[in-house]
């Protein structure tokens, strides 16, 4: 027997007791009232109660005897494609697509007002992912105040699932470019360590120049300035022509730096002459009027005061003298050796040749 939410208080007072609520059943406004029968909300709560303890079998049998895809714990709660994407639960995510459920849900509860996809990428859940991408989910959506797009959000949360991710939200005409200025591809798949991820977006057209601007902050940081710990990243970059002098900035309590200066701060040797040998210029100065030698040496001075008061020495210390020195060479070359005056053959002792040219090869 229907029965309807406006007619029937007892049945409102026990749906408002029901930790489990179909999707069309609005308890804060009651502006649409719906038909439901008492049927479709035991077998709605048989499916939430199934999902949430990973009853996979369970759930599989409610949506096939006719429980709403649609379920939500509560009028503000996930719907279970959210739990099913959450959890990498292939089997539920196919049955729950299949009963038509909303693969463009917004969770209203999480952070961001994610979509499925966007819970998927968070959760590295690869599977998910295609299943998702299969079903046409929207590869442009956009997640919170921030506007990333389910690509970011996998090349930042988790580094060594996003390879699969990166490359089956690529194939399915996932943007490589930059479109927000809170949020940037490469400068994120940098900062991961992640050479795959940088290669497959700069084979999809991604600027190697692009930045990365925090908010709130006057923070920008270039890919290069990303990439400082990974050398194998940096050739790759600087094989894409990437821009070694850029000025970026860490924090705001950092002055502004070219690449060259960060990499010297840190006492990266194998960086600074990556840098070098792409024309980085050595006697560049930031924004505190420093080289990237003085930055070097400033910093040596701070880990040697800090190393005889511990007692330790560190290896920084090591880096950054070979990273002073490297500077210094190329700040300073070695002046070539003058050229002596030109010494006759008789004056340097050896005889002079004076037999005919037309009798040497006989």
């Not at 952070?111 to 819970?119: C, D, E, Q, S, W």
């Amino acid at each position: 027997m229907a029965l309807t939410v406006t007619a029937r208080p007892s049945l409102y007072d026990e749906l408002a007791r029901s930790p489990f609520l179909p999707s069309n059943v609005n308890l804060r406004t009651m502006q649409h009232p719906e038909t439901i029968d008492q049927e479709t909300i035991r077998k709605s709560q048989t499916l939430g109660q199934a999902v949430l303890a990973g009853d996979t079998t369970k759930a599989i049998v409610a949506l096939k005897h006719g429980a709403c895809p649609n379920t939500r714990t509560n009028p503000y709660a996930d719907y279970m494609l959210h739990y099913a994407a959450e959890k990498g639960n292939d089997l539920l995510t196919t049955e729950l697509i299949a009963a038509r459920a909303d693969i463009e849900a917004r969770s209203y509860v999480r952070n961001g007002h994610p979509t499925p996809l966007h819970t998927a990428c968070i959760h590295g859940k690869a599977s998910v992912v295609l299943l998702l991408l299969r079903h046409k989910a929207n590869v442009s959506a956009r997640y919170g105040s921030s506007g990333k797009r389910p690509l970011e959000l996998a090349l930042e949360s988790h580094p060594d699932q996003s390879p699969a991710l990166c490359r089956a939200l690529l194939s399915r005409g996932a943007s490589a470019y930059k479109q927000n200025y809170l949020s940037s591809l490469v400068p994120s798949a940098c900062k991961s360590g992640a050479r795959e991820n940088v290669q497959l977006l700069l084979n999809a057209k991604a600027d190697p120049n692009e930045y990365l601007t925090s908010k709130g902050k006057l923070v920008q940081i270039d890919s290069l300035a990303k990439a400082i710990f990974f050398p194998d990243i940096m050739r790759l970059l600087l094989e894409r022509k990437a821009n070694v002098s850029t000025i970026t900035q860490i924090t705001k309590y950092f002055p502004f730096d070219q690449a060259l200066h960060h990499a010297a701060y840190y006492g990266l040797p194998q960086s600074v002459q990556l840098l070098l040998n792409a024309n980085a210029d050595p006697a560049a100065t930031n924004s505190h009027n420093q080289t990237p030698a003085d930055v070097a040496k400033a910093r040596f001075n701070t880990e040697w005061t800090a190393s005889r008061k511990s007692g330790e020495n560190p290896q920084i210390l090591d880096q950054l003298r070979d990273t002073v020195r490297i500077l210094e060479t190329r700040t300073n070359p070695l002046p070539h050796a003058p050229a002596g005056p030109k010494v006759s053959p008789k004056e340097n002792g050896a005889e002079e040749n004076t037999a005919d040219p037309k009798e040497k090869n006989v």
